[in-house]
């Protein structure tokens, strides 16, 4: 099973305050909207992993950069 952005809006609905630590590593059909999602839902993400995400454009980045409590490593 392929994690999707669909999936990540189900997470981001059920634990919005909760979700704090997120590996997407490798999660080919991500897409921004899924990293919007997270941006606008989960503010407490302190850390979020999107390695080979290949679908992620700079898009993401710039709205990652609205997450003040995310650690950039």
Known sequence: MEITDAAIQELAEVFPLKLKVLNLSGCGKITDAAVAILSKRCLFLKS??????????????????????????
């Open 48 to 73: 979020l992993e999107l390695r080979e995400c290949r679908l992620l454009t700079a898009e993401s980045m710039r709205l990652l950069g609205a997450c003040t409590r995310l650690e950039v490593t």
